[in-house]
């Protein structure tokens, strides 16, 4: 079936429109604009309140994975150096970020809720081997923290239109 001459005619008005509106610039670093509050970015490993991880090396999250990018390498927890709060624990755990699609099945597939995607983004680096993330730098806490729009306040992941339009 064969575009109709006015469904043409309507595309071309929205482009028309636009082209009289003022252009929004960003001031990037200075100004981060909030994200949405479903927003996936970098992956973060975590911990109970005693300091146990939450991750027990079970491999849901890298069965998940449709890019294939979490290796999951379990031991057996030791009575006297206990790691997780499982029978086993994570004793490798790393993901690649350069096959990371941040689809979030790992998240959805996780039973213990150890592994989340937060809102940092800027996960940019010089050398592929860096984008690999260990187990250490999954846990630790995010170098920068990168503000969250109110699901109240916004309903579009767009906020900075919003606010200044």
């Known amino acids: ?10 595309g071309f008005a929205v ?53 294939d990018c979490i290796r999951v390498v379990a031991a057996e927890n030791e009575p006297d150096n206990r790691v997780s709060a499982g029978e086993r624990y994570a004793r490798i755990y790393e993901i690649n970020m350069s096959r990371c699609i941040f689809c979030g099945y790992c998240e959805l597939a996780c039973p213990f809720d150890a592994i989340t995607l937060g809102n940092e983004f800027e996960i940019s680096e010089y ?10 730098v999954l846990l630790a806490e ?24």
């Open 1 to 10: 079936m064969s575009p109709q001459p006015v469904d043409t005619l309507k």
């Open 15 to 67: 482009t028309f429109r636009q082209l009289f509106n003022k252009p929004i610039t960003v001031q990037y670093p200075e100004y981060v604009r909030p994200v949405y509050p479903r927003f996936r970015g970098r992956h973060r490993l975590h911990l109970h309140e005693n300091g146990l991880e939450k991750c027990v090396g079970c491999s849901l999250c890298a069965a998940a994975c449709p890019a």
């Open 127 to 136: 050398s592929r081997d860096d984008l690999i993330y260990t187990k250490d």
């Open 142 to 165: 995010p170098i920068k923290t990168v503000p969250v729009a109110s699901k109240e306040e916004f309903d579009t992941p767009d906020p900075y239109y919003k606010l200044h339009s």
